[in-house]
């Protein structure tokens, strides 16, 4: 693919852009981290150390999801058009594990640390769609064996999902877009710099405020998600031009 075609975009979101739907970040002032420690809910030792106390944790957040008023906002519609109408493929790469850039329309989608209506099956690995509570006394659909099920989360210091994809696409992009990402965790927090050195893409931040990146990117714009991420997108469309 010659340099002049290259229009293929890459979006990076994190919980920021569910801000406005209703969903806690993790590191602002009121964020869950404020709330709970990490150490305790999210990772694979706490889940071996109090395997009730972490489905419990999820089991929560699963079900503000499930019957809280969560709905897509207007930033997570905002990608869902670009997705449709811009004139090249549009590859989302979500931190979150929410569900609300699937149903704002969002089909070019990567979980890259897994998702809330997911379950996976330590006996056998098989990851299945879940969206009640889930307890050590679940049995798995699939190879019948009990005591198995965890939800289908990347826990620190487990290896995020579809890197091998994400990186391809990093790779041959042409825009990099970091949408309400603090830019604390890697690898997420590394991509704008690998988006910049591999193929010299485009780069964008659209957060509340500067991230810990802020400094890496050649564009910026600050502000709510869903008035930044809108307007950004209208733009580009209008324009065709990713610079
Ligand atoms: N609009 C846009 N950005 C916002 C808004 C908003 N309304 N509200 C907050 N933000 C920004 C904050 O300024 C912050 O930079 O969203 C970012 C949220 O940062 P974090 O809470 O650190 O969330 P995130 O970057 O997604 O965390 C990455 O860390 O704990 C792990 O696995 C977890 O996926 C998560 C990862």
Same mark, same amino acid.
């Given at each position: 693919m010659s340099a002049e075609t290259n229009n293929a975009i890459v979006v990076l979101t994190g919980a920021g852009i569910s801000k406005e739907s209703g969903l806690d970040t993790f590191?602002?002032?009121?964020g869950i981290w404020a709330k709970v420690r990490l150490e305790e809910v999210a990772t694979p030792e706490a889940f071996a150390r109090d395997p009730e106390g972490v489905h419990e944790f999820y089991n929560s957040r699963r079900r503000k999801l499930r019957e809280g008023d969560v709905r897509p906002n207007a930033a997570h519609a905002a990608l869902a058009r670009l997705e449709a109408e811009w004139p090249g493929s549009v590859l989302i790469v979500t931190?979150?594990?929410?569900n609300l850039h699937e149903r704002a329309? +969002?089909?070019? /989608?990567?979980h890259m640390h897994g998702e809330h209506v997911k379950a996976r099956c330590a006996h056998c690995g098989v990851t299945l769609v879940w969206e009640c509570d889930m307890s050590r006394d679940d049995v798995c659909?699939?190879?019948?064996?009990?005591?198995?099920m965890r939800p289908h989360i990347v826990w620190f210091g487990e290896m995020p999902l579809q890197m091998e994809r994400i990186f391809a696409a990093l790779e041959t992009c042409a825009l990099f877009v970091s949408i309400?990402?603090?830019?604390?965790?890697?690898p997420a927090a590394g991509f704008v710099q690998h988006a910049r050195l591999s193929t010299n893409a485009h780069t964008v931040e659209l957060n509340l405020e500067p991230s810990e +990146?802020?400094? /890496?990117?050649?564009e910026s714009h600050y502000g709510p998600a869903t008035e930044v991420v809108p307007g950004y997108v209208e733009r580009l469309l209008e324009t065709g031009q990713v610079n």
């Open positions: 590191r602002d002032a009121d931190q979150n594990v929410d329309g +969002s089909k070019n /989608l990567i659909a699939d190879c019948g064996r009990p005591g198995g309400g990402t603090s830019g604390n965790v890697y +990146s802020a400094t /890496l990117f050649a």
